[in-house]
């Protein structure tokens, strides 16, 4: 059974760090896109960034480049959202989730921006930015 787990979440003063991770069991990264969406309250849910396991490509939101890294650990089974200079803004539940990639039928960047493109959901982790 496919499970991810997310943790990592937590309150951070503006300008703080916080590293999430998201563990994947009941399947290996191999052939899946891992995306990072993140839902604040009254908003829809918003694509923040994907990392594929074939290549290693990567997608970031415009509102996070520069200051968010993902990356993956295929030993661990594990995909991180290093985030750098946290604002108010980034203050949202994030969900890491996953689906399986080829890349024949809809564009990397298509796929990371589009929640109902993935299949498979994390239970999400609380990020709050404040002073």
């Known amino acids: 059974q496919l499970q991810l787990v997310e943790s990592g979440g937590g309150l951070v003063q503006p300008g703080g760090s916080l590293r999430l991770s998201c563990a994947a069991s009941?399947?290996?990264?191999?052939?899946?896109?891992i995306g990072w969406f993140r839902q604040a309250p009254g908003k829809e849910r918003e694509g923040v960034s994907c990392?594929?396991?074939?290549?290693?490509?990567?997608y970031y939101a415009d509102s996070v480049k520069g200051r968010f890294t993902i990356s993956r650990d295929n030993a661990k089974n594990t995909v991180y959202l290093q985030m750098n200079s946290l604002k108010p803004e980034d203050t949202a539940v994030y969900y890491c989730?996953?689906?399986?990639?080829?890349?024949?039928?809809?564009?990397?960047?298509?796929?990371?921006?589009?929640?109902?493109?993935?299949?498979?959901w994390g239970q999400g982790t609380q990020v709050t930015v404040s002073s």
């Open positions: 989730a996953a689906e399986r990639f080829s890349g024949m039928f809809i564009t990397f960047q298509a796929m990371c921006v589009t929640p109902r493109r993935f299949g498979s």
């Open positions: 990392i594929t396991s074939s290549d290693g490509s990567t």
């Open positions: 009941g399947f290996t990264l191999d052939s899946y896109a």
